[in-house]
């Protein structure tokens, strides 16, 4: 397990980290340009799979009761790349400001959720998901990139399927 910088990680109650998990929360000026430092808030009854890894230089929230399966991805910055007389690696980082994965969501096996994007409440995000927008609540999605698959209609009290 590699945690980096614990004094911004905050765990509610009854959390658990499988193993091989990476919480990387690292202060970077350019990405943290208003905050005092990162954060990295996880609240109660989370789960968090094998190997996954979290990488936050802003502010990622996630909240009560949402599981993520083995070998999930979430990070809040990206890297420069326009200056091809550099190598990526020297052309420093940005972020799209704070992330948020909702209340009693589930985030399957490998998937992927991009910096800047937001998870609604009760969501599932389908394995091996790459997700680029945001999610809505109430919504199942899937694929590469994702789109919403279901949504839970609260008129019928049922998942219908949607045209993703």
Not at 101 to 113: D, K, N, V
Not at 126 to 144: E, H, L, Q
């Amino acid at each position: 397990m590699i945690i980096d910088n614990p004094q911004w990680i905050h765990f509610g109650n009854h959390c658990g980290l499988s193993d091989d998990v990476e919480l990387c929360v690292g202060f970077n000026k350019d990405v943290t340009k208003e905050k005092e430092h990162p954060d990295l808030i996880i609240g109660n009854h989370v789960w968090i799979g094998r190997n996954c890894h979290i990488g936050c230089e802003y502010e990622i929230i996630i909240e009560d009761y949402v599981i993520f399966g083995p070998m999930v991805h979430v990070t809040d910055r990206n890297h420069y790349y326009e200056d091809v007389t550099k190598p990526i690696e020297l052309q420093g980082e940005f972020g799209k400001g704070k992330m948020t994965i909702g209340a009693e969501s589930w985030i399957g096996f490998g998937a992927q959720i991009m910096a800047g994007v937001n998870i609604g409440r009760h969501c599932v995000i389908g394995a091996g998901s790459i997700v680029t927008k945001d999610v809505p609540d109430y919504c199942v999605v899937g694929g590469n990139p994702a789109r919403i698959l279901k949504r839970y209609d609260f008129n019928t009290q049922k998942w219908v399927k949607t045209n993703g």
